[in-house]
């Protein structure tokens, strides 16, 4: 496919300087996306550990991957970044994020920006050795409608609707047991690399998902909001003495963080669900409800008002029609935008 050989820094009479970014920008970058999730998606706020941990990962380069936009009084006021994760399966995707700052908006800027970001993903995706379709990615809240705007004016496709869902924990709560043979146990350490499996194999027929590289599993359970003690595995099989799962395997897993910035701005404390799984030959046993079960019951003792998640609303295993059998009921959403190449 074609790429451009060299990038051109954008221009703007807003922006004095463009550079990437460093890790001496990180608190300007964290307090840059504050600002703008506070607009876009106040119920999802980055934390500063998370934001350095994802600067940490070995197949982002910021030095090329990314683009800072400092006005001339040295402020960061937009920021972009072209992410092409490992591990692909079935496509390359490259994936956009960033955005401007809200005072900053309908200026240019972002189209200045998304041009850098569009050749740097065309660039990430023509160095590729796979033979495998190719996708530019990027997300708009459905807040954020120009994001959506920018997005299709220059070529990508809206192609998935996500929902955020919530419910209340002083709520009832049906619960549901799993069939017989089937056991919940939360998270721990020794289970970890089981449920990395499980969740890759589990995935592997939702849209766009490829599975997930050993440092983006990381990420994931030993991040500052990762909760095991609201995390879960379905067991199957016939335990021993040993250590904690062994003698058995594991079935289906729902993760869960807890993210306490996000609750001044939504005004309620919550968990937030992030994955849910359950293997292929191992759905229509009540696993996935046993799990939310455990999950919610978990939540009400610590005394949290609310659980939260994101589910695809075209999910191929019926995951909203769980959830909302559950009792959770649509918030938000969230548009996934897609260049195929």
Avoid: C
Wanted: hydrophobic letters at 45%; a neutral charge; charged letters at 20%.
């Amino acid at each position: 496919m074609a790429a451009p050989e060299r990038l051109a820094v954008p221009t703007h009479p807003s922006v004095a300087r463009w550079r990437p970014a460093t890790d001496a920008d990180v608190d300007a970058l964290w307090h840059l996306h504050q600002r703008i999730g506070e607009i876009d998606h106040p119920n999802h706020l980055m934390t500063r550990e998370s934001l350095k941990a994802f600067r940490a990962l070995s197949y982002y380069h910021p030095e090329q991957d990314s683009l800072v936009g400092i006005d001339s009084g040295g402020e960061l006021i937009a920021h972009g970044m072209a992410v092409m994760p490992p591990r692909q399966r079935t496509l390359v995707r490259s994936i956009l994020l960033g955005g401007v700052h809200p005072a900053r908006r309908r200026r240019g800027i972002g189209q200045a920006l998304f041009d850098w970001q569009i050749g740097r993903a065309r660039q990430q995706l023509a160095a590729s050795q796979k033979t495998l379709p190719g996708w530019i990615v990027a997300y708009a809240d459905g807040r954020a409608p120009q994001n959506q705007a920018l997005f299709e004016r220059n070529g990508l496709a809206l192609s998935r609707y996500f929902l955020g869902l919530g419910r209340g924990l002083t709520e009832p709560i049906t619960r549901v047991q799993p069939a017989d043979g089937i056991r919940l146990v939360p998270f721990s350490v020794a289970l970890s690399a089981e449920i990395h499996a499980a969740r890759d194999a589990a995935f592997a027929d939702n849209w766009g998902s490829q599975p997930l590289s050993e440092e983006g599993w990381q990420l994931v359970v030993h991040g500052s909001t990762f909760r095991a003690e609201l995390s879960f595995a379905a067991l199957v099989g016939a335990p021993d003495d040993g250590e904690p799962g062994a003698g058995e395997h594991v079935v289906g897993f729902l993760l869960a963080a807890v993210n306490e910035g996000d609750w001044p701005h939504q005004g309620f404390s919550s968990s937030y669900i992030s994955m849910v799984g359950v293997l292929a030959e191992w759905r229509g046993r009540h696993i996935a409800s046993a799990l939310l079960t455990a999950h919610l019951d978990a939540g009400r003792a610590l005394g949290l008002d609310r659980a939260t998640l994101d589910v695809d609303s075209n999910s191929p295993t019926g995951a909203l029609d769980l959830y909302t059998g559950m009792g959770f009921a649509r918030t938000h959403s969230k548009r996934a935008f897609v260049l195929e190449l």
